[in-house]
């Protein structure tokens, strides 16, 4: 069974800033990862697929890269919208979410 | 523009019933897998059950495996968890997805999401 570590729990840096998220899976995944972003009370949001696709609408401060076992999301510049919970899926014949990064100011 | 509107959460006690559902509008909803994703209080994201777009094949997390069945009627554009022998554990606010398995087994991720809709097991 495949199992997705995301690290660092938890992230504080300042509005302006670079985020760099991680998310490793214990066996290949392959490109099939994807990261969603959540804020309080409301529904996830599919920031990215494909491992490095950006979904309809993300804004391309948002970037995607890895394949395998060794992902990363990272937001260029940080808004202050961008604070919230990240998570990463995985979908290689089963399906699967990480344990999230919550980024804070 | 797609749109997912679940319905069917709120109290029950431990043992007891429910059923979700979730109505779509925006896509050809017979044409895509489709999703369970809950979220117990101050949790992560747990995927718990896919149903593919026929809805021929069914998949599930072992933490609801024989208690709950998801089901879809694409002649009404909707999906539905039903949800048995609850448990406390159970507590979470469950969000349809768009995306999922198929009948062939290849998975994909979810694309949209529902609102969200708590399902509270309690005495």
């Known amino acids: 069974e495949i199992v997705l570590t995301q690290s660092p729990g938890t992230l504080s840096l300042s509005p302006g800033e670079r985020a760099t998220l991680s998310c490793r899976a214990s066996?290949?995944?392959?490109?099939?990862l994807a990261w969603y972003q959540q804020n309080p009370g409301q529904a996830p949001r599919l920031l990215i697929s494909?491992?490095?696709t950006r979904a309809a609408g993300i804004p391309d401060r948002f970037s995607g890269s890895g394949s395998g076992t060794d992902f990363t999301l990272t937001i260029s510049r940080l808004e202050p919208e961008d604070f919230a919970v990240y998570y990463c899926?995985?979908?290689?014949?089963?399906?699967?979410f990480g344990q999230g990064t919550k980024l804070e100011i | 523009e797609v749109q997912l509107l679940e319905s069917g959460g709120g109290l029950v006690q431990p043992g007891g019933s429910l059923r979700l559902s979730c109505a779509a509008s925006?896509?050809?909803?017979?044409?895509?897998?489709m999703s369970w994703v809950r979220q117990a209080p101050g949790e992560g994201l747990e995927w718990v059950s896919a149903?593919?777009?026929?809805?021929?094949?069914?998949y599930y997390a072992d933490s609801v495996k024989g208690r709950f069945t998801v089901s879809r009627d694409n002649s009404k554009n909707t999906l539905y968890f039903q949800m048995n022998s609850l448990r406390a554990e159970d507590t979470a606010v469950y969000y349809c997805?768009?995306?999922?398995?198929?009948?062939?087994?290849?998975?994909?991720?979810?694309?949209?999401w529902g609102q969200g809709n708590l399902v509270t097991v309690s005495s």
């Open positions: 997805a768009k995306g999922g398995c198929g009948y062939d087994g290849v998975c994909s991720h979810f694309d949209y």
């Open positions: 925006g896509f050809t909803f017979s044409s895509y897998a």
């Open positions: 149903i593919s777009g026929s809805g021929f094949r069914t």
């Open positions: 066996q290949s995944v392959s490109s099939y």
């Open positions: 494909g491992a490095s």
């Open positions: 899926q995985q979908y290689s014949g089963s399906l699967l």
